[in-house]
C-alpha cells in the first residue's frame, strides 16, 4: 500500500530556532497534504492544507507566518516551526491525498507523526 | 462543522474481556470513517476503513460498524491482550480533511 514518510521523528530544538519537518509520499504523488497538530491529551486538529505549488490554506487560528507550509514538490510537504516556544512542543502529522479525481475516490495515508519538544 | 465525541474517555479491563469503544459525529455527510490506534509517544497506526456505503469492517479480533444515518460508530475488539493497550481514535472525512475524536484510552491489565 501507499506510504507516507515523515522525518524527524522526533525533534529536540531549543525556544527560539526553527524546525522543519518533512513529509513525503513515497510511492504516489500527492497534490495534497495536509498537516495536523495534537497538544497533549487532545485532538488531533487540522492546521493547514498544502496544495502542490500552491499558497497552504490555513485554519482559522494557526498562524501562517508561525507554521510555514511549502509544497514543493507532488511528493514532499514541508513544516517548519518558526521562532520556535515551548507552548508549539506538540505531536504534528501529515496526510496525503492520493488521487486528485472526485473525494470519494481518493484515499488519504497518514504519515507516522513527528513529536516536537521545544526546550 | 463536524464533532466527534468518543465514549468512554478511558477504558480500563482485564485480559480476555470483549469490549466496545463508541464513536459518534454530528454530520452524516462522510465519505469514510476510519479507526486508529495511537501508542504513547507513537505515531498513529489505522486499523480499519467504513467507506460510507459500508456497514462494517472486519480485521482480525477487531470489527467496526458504522451507522450514518446515526452518526455511531463502534469499534469491537474480542478477547483483548495487554498489547491492545493504547489510545483509539475514530476519524470522520467528508473526503479529505478528518475530524478526529478525542480518544479512548484503553488499558487491558494481564
Known amino acids: 500500500g501507499a506510504v507516507v514518510s515523515q522525518h524527524p521523528s522526533r525533534v529536540i530544538c531549543k525556544s527560539g530556532t526553527s524546525v522543519k519537518i518533512e513529509c513525503r509520499s513515497l510511492d504516489f504523488q500527492a497534490t495534497t497534504m495536509f498537516w495536523y497538530r495534537q497538544f497533549p491529551k487532545q485532538s488531533l486538529m487540522l492546521m493547514a492544507t498544502?496544495?502542490?505549488?500552491?499558497?497552504?490554506?490555513?485554519e482559522q487560528g494557526v498562524e501562517k507566518d508561525k507554521f510555514l507550509i511549502n509544497h514543493a514538490s507532488l511528493t514532499l510537504s514541508t513544516l517548519t516551526v518558526t521562532s520556535a516556544h515551548p507552548e508549539d512542543s506538540s505531536f504534528y502529522i501529515c496526510?496525503?491525498?492520493?488521487?486528485?479525481?472526485?473525494?470519494?475516490?481518493?484515499?488519504?495515508?497518514f504519515g507516522e507523526g513527528s513529536w516536537l519538544t521545544v526546550v | 462543522k463536524q464533532e466527534v465525541t468518543q465514549i468512554p474517555a478511558a477504558l480500563s479491563v482485564p485480559e480476555g474481556e470483549n469490549l466496545v469503544l463508541n464513536c459518534s459525529f454530528t454530520d452524516s455527510a462522510i465519505y469514510n470513517l476510519q479507526w486508529f490506534r495511537q501508542d504513547p509517544g507513537k505515531g498513529l497506526t489505522s486499523l480499519l476503513l467504513i467507506q460510507s456505503s459500508q456497514r462494517e469492517q472486519t480485521s482480525g479480533r477487531l470489527n467496526a460498524s458504522l451507522d450514518k444515518s446515526s452518526g455511531r460508530s463502534t469499534l469491537y475488539i474480542a478477547a483483548s491482550q495487554p498489547g491492545d493497550s493504547a489510545t483509539y481514535l475514530c476519524a470522520v472525512t467528508p473526503g479529505n480533511q478528518f475530524y478526529f475524536g478525542t480518544g479512548t484510552s484503553l488499558t487491558v491489565i494481564p
Open positions: 498544502s496544495n502542490e505549488g500552491s499558497k497552504a490554506t490555513y
Open positions: 496526510s496525503a491525498k492520493k488521487g486528485t479525481g472526485p473525494s470519494s475516490g481518493n484515499t488519504i495515508y
